[in-house]
């Protein structure tokens, strides 16, 4: 059975670097038949996407976070991970990473993680 | 930039249909899933591909999409089905795209 689990500091400095892993089991993500990615969601708000990707593939990305995201892929732990540069408060959020099945027409997020809630604060 | 939108808040009756809405320009030439979140869970799939089920998800949901507008309905709608039900699509210059949330009260 399919689990994803994020893992990583709940408080983070202003201007610093938001980082979160998030470990897989029940599959691989070597696989090509998946993306893997971040989807976010501010303390009483809706979802907002991360970005997501592909092993071996292309990395994808909000258009308003682009220029602070980095995802990654560690195979040989089966983990990814995600980096988000000079945080803010607006950051504050709960972050989900998902497995996620997308061709050229569709996307969609088949599963999730519970989700860690990262504060960003002096 | 392309942009989905939802009505707040929707209440039904229990046994009762519920239909809810994403509105986006030609939306119907494009995929929608909708995905349902119970206060304090993560968030679960119920529709994708504008009808499609995933497995172990109860028949009574269902779903289509034509011209403007998605509907996510449910039928004989139960009090678990209560929380806040989100659509998505995907446009190749916004990337993925969320609608802002309706938020289902059984009565």
């Known amino acids: 059975q399919l689990q994803l689990q994020e893992s990583g500091p709940g408080l983070v400095k202003p201007s610093e670097t938001l980082s979160l892993t998030c470990t897989v089991s029940?599959?691989?993500?070597?696989?090509?038949?998946?993306?893997w990615g971040w989807i976010r969601q501010p303390p009483g708000k809706g979802l907002e996407w991360i970005g997501s990707?592909?092993?071996?593939?292309?990395?994808y990305s909000h258009p308003s976070l682009k220029s602070r995201v980095t995802i990654s892929l560690d195979a040989s732990k089966n983990q990814f991970s995600l980096k988000l540069n000079s945080a803010t408060a607006a950051d504050t959020a709960v972050y989900y990473c998902?497995?996620?099945?997308?061709?050229?027409?569709?996307?969609?997020?088949?599963?999730w993680g519970q989700g860690t809630l990262v504060t960003v604060s002096s | 930039s392309f942009e989905l939108t939802q009505s707040p808040s929707v209440s039904v009756s229990p046994g009762q249909t519920a239909s809810i809405t994403c509105s986006g320009k030609?939306?119907?030439?494009?995929?929608v899933c909708w995905i349902h979140q119970r206060p304090g869970q993560p968030p679960v799939v119920v529709i994708y591909?504008?009808?499609k089920r995933p497995s172990g998800i109860p028949e009574r949901f269902s779903g289509s999409n034509s011209g403007n507008t998605a509907t996510l309905t449910i039928s004989g709608t139960q009090s678990v089905d209560e929380g806040d039900y989100y659509c998505?699509?995907?446009?190749?210059?916004?990337?993925?795209?969320f609608g802002g949330g309706t938020k289902l009260t059984v009565l």
């Open positions: 998902t497995r996620d099945r997308a061709s050229g027409s569709y996307y969609y997020s088949d599963s």
């Open positions: 029940g599959a691989s993500i070597s696989s090509r038949d998946y993306h």
């Open positions: 990707l592909l092993y071996g593939g292309s990395t």
């Open positions: 030609r939306l119907g030439d494009k995929f």
């Open positions: 591909e504008d009808s």
């Open positions: 998505q699509s995907w446009d190749v210059s916004s990337s993925v795209v």
